[in-house]
């Protein structure tokens, strides 16, 4: 499979617990974004690295989410004391990061439900 | 502020039919303009993409076009068919390297 990969599929949480969701790029790939979708919403940007440097963080990701990608491969997004308000898809997706015309290739995401 | 806003917001077409979908931003200086494909519970996949100097882009059954000094972008899909149900989202990247979503538009095709 040549594809992003990100595991778990679904993810039910009871709120206050701790979560983390890994993705597996695309082999080659140099760059990994990490977004977040709610329901008829667009994906939010939260994220991206560049091989093992994190260069940008929204403000949207809060001192309860970090992400690493250790080893300039797979990624871990990790939400420590979750909210009911962090329900979400979690989108995973990586490139060449080859310029302007650079295509982002996305995972299949991780639904997560806190309840 | 840089937006990114697409009409309809959903739309319902009978099988065979065709469709088209707008995309109007405000992104300044402008890079590029993608659309994507969203099956449901599935990530996007890029259809196409347009630079400034593009018009239109044809991808199959997919024709995107580009003006880009109203700043308006369309997704005419010709012939539907059941599978193209999914959210079409409008993305736009600006000179910057930033990327900004549209919300998409849910489109269901009927048999």
């Known amino acids: 499979d040549t594809g992003v990969s990100q595991n778990p599929r679904h993810k039910i949480t009871k709120r206050g617990q701790n979560v983390t969701f890994r993705c597996d790029p695309i082999?080659?790939?140099?760059?990994l974004y990490w977004y977040r979708q709610t329901l008829g919403q667009g994906p939010e940007f939260l994220t991206y690295f560049q091989n093992e440097a994190q260069l940008e963080k929204s403000r949207l990701l809060s001192d309860r989410f970090s992400a690493e990608r250790p080893k300039g491969s797979f990624s871990t997004l990790e939400i420590q004391r979750t909210e009911q308000g962090d329900s979400a898809m979690y989108l995973c997706?990586?490139?060449?990061?080859?310029?302007?015309?650079?295509?982002?290739?996305f995972g299949s995401g991780t639904q997560l439900s806190v309840l | 502020k840089n937006q990114v806003e697409q009409s309809p917001q959903s739309l319902i077409i009978l099988e065979g039919k065709n469709c088209t979908l707008q995309c109007n931003y405000t992104v300044s200086p402008f890079s590029n303009l993608r659309w994507y494909k969203q099956d449901t519970g599935r990530g996007p996949v890029s259809l196409t993409i347009m630079t400034f100097s593009e018009n239109t882009k044809s991808n199959g059954r997919y024709t995107a076009t580009l003006d880009a000094d109203t700043k308006q972008s369309s997704l005419h899909i010709t012939a539907s068919q059941l599978s193209d149900s999914a959210s079409y989202i409008c993305?736009?990247?600006?000179?910057?390297?930033?990327?900004?979503f549209g919300k998409g538009t849910r489109l269901h095709i009927l048999p």
């Open positions: 993305v736009v990247r600006d000179r910057d390297d930033k990327i900004i």
């Open positions: 082999s080659e790939h140099n760059r």
């Open positions: 997706a990586s490139s060449l990061g080859t310029g302007q015309n650079e295509k982002l290739f």
